[in-house]
């Protein structure tokens, strides 16, 4: 049993591949819109600086998520500040500090700022080991109001005044606590007496300390407590509930600088606004205040992190202050790479105000790689679109006798269409090109339940994380109060991804609208197997001529097979997403290596051979390839290998069925053809919906009964069959008759499904029969 056990876990810690490489960040998979290339996106240039703008609900987690991941598994350093509390963010940063073996590790292991849970967290002082000025920068910065200039440089000079005054006494280690129990007009006027009355005041800081103090002693009565009052209400938070545990200590350490210095650092700050309000972003803006601070000392000494420091920071508009545009300008010369997320162009302007629109372009101009997903402003959408450059689009225009070409130049982006955008998807600016892309979810499905309780407690997870356990990373756990007992919630967030391609075959259309939802793991795979099959029209599903299926295409068994598999992964609850997703994909695959037969004598080995051959030039995940190819050995264990066998023989069974000759015609699968002709309806000439009739052109589905292997039946059979009648009738657009067609006319029982496509310009069609 141990060595089970120990076999197990050898597994789960296993090196996990990863799809950024060689220093590049994967993006996604996209269309570059100027060349039509479509493929995957690297940032290949990550020592510049990122941007992402998205609505709430835009995918905007999920991409930090995967980046800090893989940021993580790729060994740099990591230092994520997350104002929301993104659980899928969370467990993405602990998941790959277990992939790398360093969860529990005292000297490598992640260090967690959790500001709901003092008990466990993370306790740091951001002013330890700062001088006067750099306190002062640190404090002045995370007060709310530090974006406006004014604010932020009263804030300064009286954070500024006191710590001169508190260092000229001989105090080592300032604390939030020190400098509020001073911004009064009447500790500022002690703190001055007592610098110089004091003969043990340190000399360094005394001069300095009384010109700037007499200073501030000289503001208006009237002016000096209305600018104090924000800077004391902030504080007050700073110094009280759960901030003040964690940020208002003395500590003999400074254990992120320690961590830096090694190259070793990977920290989290969980704040949870939703629970602590205002706090989680003050914390914020100190965090990131301090480690630019760190990173101005590296300036100084002229040397550079190593290796390279990744910051992830999310809802910038909240977490930015004065100056910020500079400091993201600069920090790249240290090795550090600020990849900032937030909601629009706009919102983080308007924060501004006055300079916002200079603040903005500022750090857009910092940043190389510049991703947008979904917007509702049109003021946002028109900002993308000016950013997009220019093309030239063709405009026909017609004459009496002759049709001209004309070109007109009109923007790549339009100002709408970041407004449709579906979750996970977006536009990316990179490298002075323009990419349609979405972002898929990280590859590593392990399950991870965070546990903030030492209660034994029942939990179906592959890693749980233990926050009293990891605490031991960076607290010294005897000498704290008893741990709190809170059950963190399992927070799943849910993701769904929208359509990317336009698929123009019926049959792989219907697949793609009842499986959309269901992929989420490996969607970059099924999207481009969709995009693929749509070529194997023409090809027949067996290499054998005189057999019946040879009539049945390899695009019509390629889907009747994996639509076998997905009704039944839909009723297995003992299987997870991920063997559910490639079960379902590897019956779509599984007869892949029929398009590319050069000979006849063509053996089971040989098919293996060329699917796992065409699959690997597809670049398809490993495990759809194996699964796909092992459905042939009848003693395989794998589960989705076993459903796409099933799969395969119940497809081939249907397949018969449709082509069995029968005395008096064929048999016609009727729900079958239905739903192809429901698929076309509004799309095209070839199916119209009128008057609760839907009108099929007799030609077309003549084609469809042909797809499904039904050729040379009866009309009155297809009548009967699909409950319709042929008609002779015009079909008119307008006054205008576009033709004179024989229809079938079937009764539209649900004219909702039809009429839904109303947008289309066919469903302004009529039919006038004759």
């Not at 969709?530 to 027949?540: E, H, R, S, T, Y």
């Not at 009747?560 to 609850?573: D, L, P, Q």
Request: glycine content about 6%; overall charge neutral; hydrophobic content about 40%.
């Amino acid at each position: 049993m141990a060595g089970l056990l120990q076999e197990i876990r050898k597994r789960l810690t296993r090196p996990f591949r990863v799809d950024s490489r060689n220093g590049w960040v994967y993006v996604g998979f996209g269309k570059d819109l100027m060349s039509g290339d479509m493929g995957r996106i690297y940032w290949e240039k990550p020592q510049n600086q990122g941007i992402v703008f998205g609505a709430a609900g835009s995918g905007k987690s999920e991409l930090v998520a995967r980046k800090t991941y893989e940021d993580i598994m790729t060994g740099y350093q990591s230092f994520n500040i997350d104002p929301k509390g993104s659980v899928s963010w969370l467990e993405a940063f602990l998941k790959a500090c277990y992939r790398r073996g360093v969860l529990y590790d005292r000297e490598k292991g992640p260090i967690i700022l959790a500001l709901p849970y003092p008990e466990v967290s993370f306790k740091f002082n951001p002013l330890q080991g700062l001088t006067p000025h750099q306190i002062a920068f640190v404090v002045a910065s995370g007060v709310p109001e530090s974006k406006e200039p004014f604010w932020w440089q009263i804030s300064y000079e009286i954070t500024l005044v006191t710590s001169l005054g508190l260092k000229a006494k001989g105090m080592e280690q300032i604390t939030f606590s020190d400098i509020y129990s001073y911004i009064t007009v009447e500790g500022i006027e002690e703190l001055q007496r007592k610098v110089i009355s004091d003969t043990d005041v340190n000399s360094e800081y005394r001069d300095e300390a009384i010109k700037t103090l007499d200073k501030l002693t000289s503001y208006d009565p009237q002016f000096f407590p209305r600018v104090n009052a924000s800077l004391r209400t902030y504080l007050t938070r700073l110094i009280t509930g759960e901030a003040g545990r964690i940020l208002d200590v003395r500590l003999k350490k400074n254990l992120l600088e320690e961590r830096l210095e090694r190259g070793e650092l990977r920290f989290f700050a969980f704040l949870n606004a939703e629970a602590m309000k205002q706090t989680a972003y003050d914390v914020a803006r100190l965090l990131l205040a301090w480690l630019l601070i760190y990173v101005g000392k590296k300036s100084g000494e002229l040397k550079t992190i190593q290796p390279q420091l990744r910051i992830n920071v999310d809802e910038l508009t909240e977490v930015a202050f004065h100056e910020i545009n500079k400091a993201v300008r600069l920090v790249r010369e240290r090795n550090v790479s600020m990849f900032m997320l937030t909601q629009s162009p706009s919102g983080l302007a308007s924060a501004f105000r006055e300079k916002g629109r200079e603040v903005v372009e500022d750090i857009m101009n910092s940043c190389d790689l510049r991703i947008f997903l979904r917007m509702n402003s049109r003021e946002d959408g028109e900002y993308v679109a000016r950013l997009s450059p220019e093309i030239e689009r063709p405009r026909a225009i017609v004459h009496k006798n002759s049709i001209s070409i004309t070109y007109q130049r009109d923007r790549l982006i339009d100002q709408f269409d970041l407004q449709s955008l579906k979750e996970g998807y977006g536009y990316a600016f990179l490298d002075g090109t323009v990419y349609y892309f979405y972002t898929p979810l990280h590859k590593d499905r392990l399950r991870v339940k965070v546990v903030w309780t030492d209660e034994p407690a029942k939990v179906k997870a592959d890693v749980v994380v233990n926050m009293k356990d990891l605490s031991s990373n960076y607290l010294d756990v005897r000498g704290e109060e008893e741990i709190l007992v809170v059950l963190m919630h399992d927070l799943k967030e849910n993701w769904k991804v929208g359509k990317h391609y336009v698929f123009e075959d019926p049959g792989v259309e219907e697949f793609y609208r009842k499986t959309r939802d269901f992929i989420k793991i490996y969607r970059e795979d099924y999207l481009k197997l969709l995009d693929f099959v749509q070529g194997l029209k023409n090809i027949a599903s067996t290499v054998k001529s005189k057999s019946i299926l040879s009539r049945v295409s390899l695009l019509d068994h390629s889907l009747r097979t994996a639509f076998k598999a997905y009704e039944e992964v839909s009723s297995r609850e003992d299987l997870t997403q991920e063997q559910k997703e490639v079960a379902v994909l590897s019956a779509l695959v599984h007869d892949f290596g029929k398009a590319v037969v050069t000979k006849r004598n063509y053996t089971k080995e040989d098919h293996i051979v060329k699917t796992r051959e065409v699959l690997i030039k597809l670049g398809i995940s490993g495990e759809i390839i194996k699964a796909a190819c092992e459905h042939h050995e009848k003693e395989t264990s794998s589960e989705p290998a076993k459903i796409v066998r099933s799969a395969d023989q119940k497809a081939r069974e249907e397949e018969r069925t449709l082509l069995k000759q029968e005395e008096g015609g064929v048999e016609i699968k009727a729900d079958f053809v239905m739903s192809r002709i429901r698929s076309e309806v509004n799309r095209s000439r070839n199916a119209v919906f009128y008057d609760n009739y839907i009108y099929v052109e007799k030609n077309y589905l003549r084609e469809i009964l042909k797809s499904a292997g039904v050729e040379g039946v009866e009309d009155e059979k297809i009548e009967t069959a699909l409950g319709g009648q042929f008609v002779e009738g015009r079909l008119l657009n307008g006054k205008k008759i576009e033709g004179e067609f024989v229809f079938l006319r079937i009764p539209c029982a649900d004219p909702k499904t039809a009429a839904e496509k109303l947008r289309s310009p066919y469903a302004k069609l009529r039919v006038e029969l004759t």
